[in-house]
Nanobody, 124 residues
Framework: QVQLVESGGGLVQAGDSLRLSCAAS???????????MGWFRRAPGEEREFVAA????????SYADFAKGRFTISRDDAKSMMFLQMNSLKLADTAVYYC??????????????WGQGTQVTVSS
């Protein structure tokens, strides 16, 4: 059974940094279904949006434009943990952040497995 559990969210001030973690269990690489792990977020009243993704096979990362230069996605060698380092946080980064695993891409439909989310709140 696949399980993704996020942690590391919290209340920070604008300009601060935060590191999110995703503990994965039950995942098995499958070229047809599980190729990437990613982070999405959903702000109040907004749709879920892509933040970043990392390739299961070679660690290649991709980012949404707003995340480039500020956020860094990574995974450990054992492929059981994924991280999102967020620097220079802005008020607009306030959202629930979700860990996901699946085929990949920038659309939620490309990910079959989801965590429960962790709240990130950035204050001025």
């Amino acid at each position: 059974q696949v399980q993704l559990v996020e942690s590391g969210g919290g209340l920070v001030q604008a300009g601060d940094s935060l590191r999110l973690s995703c503990a994965a269990s039950g995942l098995t690489f499958n070229p047809w279904t599980i190729m990437k792990m990613g982070w999405f977020r959903r702000a109040p009243g907004e749709e879920r949006e892509f933040v970043a993704a990392v390739s299961w096979r070679d660690g290649t990362a991709s980012y949404a434009d707003f995340a480039k230069g500020r956020f860094t996605i990574s995974r450990d060698d054992a492929k059981s943990m994924m991280f999102l380092q967020m620097n220079s946080l802005k008020l607009a980064d306030t959202a629930v952040y979700y860990c996901a695993a699946g085929f990949g891409g920038s659309q939620p439909a490309g990910y079959a497995y989801w965590g429960q989310g962790t709240q990130v709140t950035v204050s001025s």
